[in-house]
């Protein structure tokens, strides 16, 4: 009975279309940062002393921390799906999990580093930036959404290598559909090409 409803699952599979799913995914979250590039790079023209002065408030070190962070979990995620095809399931385990260990840590830092912006009054609406100059209100308006939305992505990508750490563990992901865990390194490539863009950006402008 359970063989038999293997067999009609695993026929019923379409690895192929959930590429090309994710792909188009993919395809869209790109469509949507070009456009909150666009804007970014338009107010920067606008606002140039402006965003220089408020980009020196942001701290250097921890943004690039945070980018070495998101490159090692690329690179772990993608062994992953390079172990699970070995049929080395410890080790796929142990490199998602080190995957999931790098977001942690990388939110963290940005969760103190959101909490000091946030005590010097620099949230959007506070009384404080709404009294600073247009530029920095801009500014720190497209910092707190654009590396919020960031964040977002981040946290669906830990609760999606979190479901396949949970497959892979009861043998449900494994060599031969390792169709899940390839989803889930493309999304998280995407979040780490997503942040590569914003480090300069915000970062490095000053």
Not at 85 to 105: D, E, G, P, S
Not at 140 to 149: A, E, I, K
Not at 161 to 172: A, F, Y
Not at 184 to 206: C, E, S
């Amino acid at each position: 009975m359970d063989t038999s409803t293997t067999i009609t699952h695993d026929e019923h599979r379409d690895d192929e279309a959930s590429k090309l799913g994710m792909w188009l995914f993919i395809f869209t979250e790109l469509l949507l940062f070009a456009g909150l590039f666009i804007v970014y790079g338009v107010y920067r023209y606008e606002n140039q002393e402006a965003f220089h002065s408020a980009g020196k408030e942001l701290s250097v070190p921890i943004g690039t921390i945070n980018t070495v962070i998101l490159l090692i979990s690329s690179a772990t995620i993608a062994m992953a799906s390079s172990a699970i095809r070995f049929k080395n399931k410890k080790l796929t385990i142990r490199l998602l999990v080190v995957t999931l260990l790098m977001a942690l840590i990388f939110m963290v830092n940005k969760y103190f580093e959101w909490t000091g912006k946030i005590e010097h009054g620099y949230l959007p609406g506070t009384d404080t930036l709404m009294n600073m100059e247009q530029g920095k209100v801009l500014f720190y308006g497209l910092y707190f959404f654009m590396t919020g939305l960031h964040a977002l992505h981040i946290i669906v990508g830990v609760i999606l290598i979190t479901i396949v750490v949970i497959r892979v563990n009861k043998n449900t992901l494994s060599d031969e559909n390792p169709v899940l865990l390839d989803n889930a390194g493309l999304y998280w490539h995407l979040v780490d090409l997503i942040w590569i863009f914003l480090f300069p950006l915000f970062y490095l402008i000053a």
